[in-house]
């Protein structure tokens, strides 16, 4: 399955924005999505998932309660609102995805499929 990423820009701290992932191909409402994130310098974090079974999300603790991971599988899209934007949140963002992926998948090594990624840059 192919993945895109979409949606990054330039926004000021306290900002919101909204990622969307979509997939091309065989229809995504199988896949656990998983959101991961790369600042300069750093390695790629887990940033959250859904699952494809119920859409349950879970969330790293730096940014629960600030994003939010959703879907509709009718537009093949898994979507990353993201509120209360800090300059900590830049980065550049990546969609993941495993089919019938089952747990917590918050691992890089836990997914299959990647997206080319969305560059988000928090100003000050």
């Given at each position: 399955?192919?993945l895109?990423?979409?949606g ?61 991971i959703?879907?509709?599988n ?14 900590e ?7 993941a ?28």
């Amino acid at each position: 399955v192919q993945l895109q990423a979409s949606g990054g820009g330039l926004v000021q701290a306290g900002g919101s924005l909204r990622l969307s992932c979509t997939t091309s191909g065989r229809p995504f409402s199988t896949y656990t999505v998983g959101w991961f994130r790369q600042a300069p310098g750093k390695e790629r974090e887990f940033v959250g998932r859904i699952s494809w079974s119920d859409s349950n999300t879970y969330y790293v603790d730096s940014v629960k309660g600030r994003f939010t991971i959703s879907r509709d599988n009718a537009k093949n899209t898994v979507y990353l609102q993201m509120n209360s934007l800090k300059p900590e949140d830049t980065a550049v963002y990546y969609c993941a995805a495993e089919n019938y992926g089952l747990g917590l998948l918050n691992k890089v090594s836990s997914y299959d499929y990647w997206g080319q990624g969305t560059e988000l840059t928090v100003s000050s």
